[in-house]
C-alpha cells in the first residue's frame, strides 16, 4: 500500500513549507506542528525501536517510547521478537519500564498481579470470575501487538492497522545495509542524552558533510584555515567536495565518498603514507572511539616498510590486511564489492530518524526521537558498534545515559563539536528575524528530500 496517509482537513500556515530552496522555520519551533508530526508521521511509520542487541536471550525485554506512546520488546526465542502496547489491560499500568528480564518468562503486572507468557497469553487473573459478570476470557487481555520487523540486526515497528509493507519501504537501501554486514555487527557502546532543540535539527547536523571544514577543523586543516584564516577573497577545494549525495524513495538516501578520502591511502609532501593514513584515522579514534577502532589503526602501522605490489595502493593493501585478519578471526566483514567499499566514511540515511555510518567492518549508527510533543527538545543516541570474533560473545547493549554534551569524559571530540551546534541551530530559528532556512541544492538534497517525504505524510 502508499505511504501516503488520509488526513482530515487542516491549516497548513506558510511557516510550516517545504520549499524548493529551504525549509521554513516553524517545523522546527511550532508546538502545533509536534502534533501533527506525533499523529500522522509518528503513528504512520516503520521506525527503529531497538537492536537486537538489547534483547540477546528468551525473555529479555526492552521498552521503546515515541510521544505518549510507549511499546515493550520481548525476545521469544532466538529467531522471535515481539512488540506489545506497553499496558495492562486491567487497569492500564505500564508493564516495564526499561529494559531487564523477565524471570520465569512470566510478565507480570506490579499492581495486582495478573500474568501472562512471553507469546502474549494470559495465564493468570486474580479472582477472574469477579470481571465482566465472571464471563471474561483470557482471551480477552491478551496482550495487544504492534507490528514488528527485524530487519539487519533492528528491530522495526509500526503502529497502523494496515502498515507500508516493510519490504516497500526499506527496498532503496536494503542492499546497502545487506552488503555491509549491518546484521553482524554488535554492541561496542551506546549513549543516549536529551538535547534541547528539535528532533529534525538534530538529524539534519549529520546529513551532510558541509559542516565537516567549520566544525570539525582538525579533520580538514586547509579548509579550515581558510575559514577561520585572513584571506576571505580564495577559494579551496574541501572534502565535502569528495563526496557524492543521493537520495531515494521513501526518504531515504545516503553519501559516501571519493577518491580522496583518508581510505585512500594519499599523503601530501613528505610526509609518510602509511603514517599520514594512521594519524588521520587515529583522530577518528581519538575524537569518537566508532566505526574506527584503535584495533585498526594498529593494522594500518602494521604496513610500514611493506612494500606495496604493483597496481595496488596503500588503502588497497590495508584493506587486504583488514580482510585477512577478520577471517582468521572468524569475524564477519562487509562484502568486497566497489559500492559497500565506498560507503566507508560515508552514511545512510533510513527515515525518518536512523543514520548508518559504517568503515572498516564497524558501523556507528545515531537515532534521534522527539521528546515527547515539545519541539525544543529531543533524545539523541549513539550507537557504536563492530563484528566480533567467532569465539567471542557480544555483550548485552546497555545505553549509558548522559547529561553533559560540553564534558569530555561523557563525550569525546567530534560529538561535542556537533552538540556544540544543535542547541544554537534551535535558538536562532526561534528568533523572529528566521522565517525559512536555506539548503544547498547537491550538498543538503537528502535534508530536502526528508521533508518531502514528510509532507506525504502530514498535508492534507
Known sequence: ??????????????????????????????????????????????????????IPKRGDHTVYEIGNQSVLLVRIDEDTVKAYHNFCPHRGTALAECSGHFEKNRIICPFHGWRWDLEGQSQYILEQDNFRGGELQKSDVALREVNLEIFAGFIFIHFAKEPQPFDEYIAPVRDLLDGLAVKDMHHYWWKEVTAPANW?????????????????PQLEKPGADFIYGDDVT????????????????NGHG???????????????????????????????VEGMDAMVLKEDVELVRSLKGKPIPEGSSLGGEYVKALYSTAAEQGRPMPKLEKDILDM??????????????????????????????????????????????????????????????TDPEQFLQIPRQDFANIPRIQKGLKTQGCRQIWLANYYEKIILNMHQEMDKYLKP
Open 1 to 54: 500500500m502508499s505511504n501516503l496517509i488520509d488526513t482530515q482537513e487542516i491549516e497548513w500556515p506558510d511557516s510550516w513549507l517545504t520549499l524548493d530552496h529551504g525549509i521554513r522555520s516553524g517545523r522546527y519551533t511550532d508546538p502545533e506542528f509536534a502534533k501533527l508530526e506525533h499523529e500522522k508521521l509518528w503513528l504512520n511509520v516503520w521506525q527503529m525501536a531497538a537492536r537486537l542487541d538489547e
Open 200 to 216: 529534525k535539527v538534530a538529524v539534519e547536523a549529520f546529513l551532510e558533510g558541509y559542516h565537516v571544514p567549520a566544525t570539525h
Open 234 to 249: 580564495g577559494d579551496i577545494s574541501y572534502a565535502h567536495d569528495n563526496h557524492f549525495y543521493e537520495t531515494f524513495d
Open 254 to 284: 545516503r553519501f559516501y565518498g571519493g577518491p580522496n578520502t583518508p581510505m585512500a591511502g594519499k599523503a601530501q609532501g613528505a610526509v609518510d603514507p602509511v603514517d599520514a593514513m594512521a594519524n588521520r584515522l587515529n583522530m577518528l
Open 344 to 405: 566507508w566514511g560515508g552514511e545512510i540515511f533510513i527515515f525518518p530518524n536512523l543514520l548508518v555510518l559504517p568503515q572498516a567492518g564497524n558501523v556507528m549508527m545515531y537515532r534521534v526521537r522527539p521528546d515527547g510533543f515539545n519541539p525544543d527538545s529531543c533524545v539523541f543516541e549513539i550507537f557504536s558498534t563492530k563484528s566480533y570474533p567467532a569465539d567471542v560473545e557480544p555483550p548485552r547493549a546497555e545505553v549509558q545515559p548522559m547529561n553533559d554534551v
